[in-house]
Every structure is written in structure tokens, then in C-alpha cells.
């Protein structure tokens, strides 16, 4: 499978835990995109990389949430003193440029109880 | 403020019957506009872009500034039709980010 993978495809955490998540996309696609989707709601954009440098956080991502594209390659988010509220699907998505935005992975699940 | 609008969570349609998925946005700028779709344990995937103008499986959309939406059409359904349908708007060059909506159900009844 050539496409965006995430890994762990599930997590489950005690609340006050941290932890990473991993996202490889396809190959040579200098961008990175990192999505967090609720139940019943639509994926919300949380940041994105071109290569390695991170070029947008959003407002949802706290303190707490940090992201790195070390060499431009593979991404990692990481969650630090995990809360409920953080339990989501954490979507990853890739792309060469502007004009492609349809690689998505499957996703890692959070549960914090 | 950038926004996406899909007033239906849920849409039942015979097999057969026309699909019209709505969707509107707010957008300051000139909007790129895209449908997704999951289809049950698959991952999220494109299915249209309006600036491509294509039909894929049979759907179509057209952007309509002036109602500024971007409706999911298709003239007859079809069972695999079923699935949660995303509408999306692009949020401009420099920021590159997508923001969705919230989805609709589509579910194609026998």
C-alpha cells in the first residue's frame, strides 16, 4: 500500500497520559496536513508541514499538542496530559503541492478514560 | 468567516431517485470547492473538485457564487452510493487548509 499510514490505528489512554501518533505519507509528497474529527462532526484542520518546516497551527491546537516533520519525511503529534475532550479520530493527509488534497490516511482513534 | 453549511445529517433516497446533497459556504475570497466521501471502514477520499468541472460516479456539482453553494447531484442512485458525504472548502493559497462541513449521511434504500 503506496497511500498515507497512520500508526497506531487505535489508542486508548488514562486521562493525564501523553501520546504520539505517527503518520507516513506517500512518498516525496512535501506536504503534511493533521486533521482532528469528532463524532458527528466534520475533519478539523489542526496544522500542516511543507517539508519540514511547520507552517500553520491552528487555534484548536494547544499547549499540549505539539507537531514535528523531523527531515521532512514522517510526522509525529504528540498530546501531553491527555484530557476526554481529546478523544477523536487524528486524520493525516498528504500532498506534492496546492492542487492535490485527496490523500488521507485511516486515521488514529483516541479514547482518554 | 470561512464556513461550511450542510443543513442535512441525514439523507434517505430510494434506488434510482435523484441525489441532491446541499452545501454552502462563506468565503471572503474565491473558493475552492470539494466534495469527500467515506464509504463504510474506508478512509476519507476525494471525489470532486470544482475547478475539474468532472463527474465522478456519477455525481456532479456546480458552484453557484451568487447562492454561494456547491450542491451534490445525481440523477439516479445507486445502493453504493451509501455513505457519509463531505463538503469542503479550501481556504486559499497560503494557508492551504480545508475546511469541511459537517457531513451528510447519504443512505440508498432498496
Known amino acids: 500500500d503506496t497511500g498515507v499510514s497512520q500508526d497506531p490505528r487505535h489508542k486508548i489512554t488514562k486521562r493525564g497520559q501523553n501520546v504520539t501518533f505517527r503518520c507516513d505519507p506517500i512518498s516525496e509528497h512535501n506536504r503534511l496536513y493533521w486533521y482532528r474529527q469528532t463524532l458527528g462532526q466534520g475533519p478539523e484542520f489542526l496544522t500542516y508541514?511543507?517539508?519540514?518546516?511547520?507552517?500553520?497551527k491552528s487555534r484548536l491546537l494547544s499547549d499540549r499538542f505539539s507537531a514535528e516533520r523531523p527531515k521532512g519525511s514522517f510526522s509525529t503529534l504528540e498530546i501531553q496530559r491527555t484530557e476526554q475532550g481529546d478523544s477523536a479520530m487524528y486524520l493525516c493527509a498528504s500532498s506534492p503541492g496546492t492542487s492535490e488534497k485527496g490523500n488521507f490516511g485511516p486515521g488514529t482513534r483516541l479514547t482518554v478514560t | 468567516a470561512q464556513r461550511v453549511t450542510q443543513p442535512e445529517k441525514l439523507l434517505s433516497v430510494f434506488k434510482g431517485a435523484p441525489v441532491e446533497l446541499k452545501c454552502n459556504y462563506s468565503y471572503s475570497g474565491s473558493p475552492e470547492l470539494f466534495w469527500y466521501v467515506q464509504y463504510s471502514r474506508q478512509r476519507l477520499q476525494l471525489l470532486l473538485r470544482?475547478?475539474s468541472r468532472e463527474s465522478i460516479k456519477g455525481f456532479t456539482a456546480d458552484l453557484n457564487k451568487g447562492e454561494t453553494s456547491f450542491h451534490l447531484k445525481k440523477p439516479f442512485a445507486q445502493e453504493e452510493d451509501s455513505a457519509m458525504y463531505y463538503c469542503?472548502?479550501?481556504?486559499?493559497?497560503?494557508?492551504?487548509?480545508?475546511?469541511f462541513g459537517k457531513g451528510t449521511r447519504l443512505h440508498i434504500l432498496p
Open positions: 469542503a472548502l479550501g481556504a486559499g493559497n497560503r494557508d492551504d487548509k480545508i475546511i
Open positions: 508541514f511543507q517539508n519540514e518546516a511547520q507552517l500553520e
Open positions: 470544482h475547478i
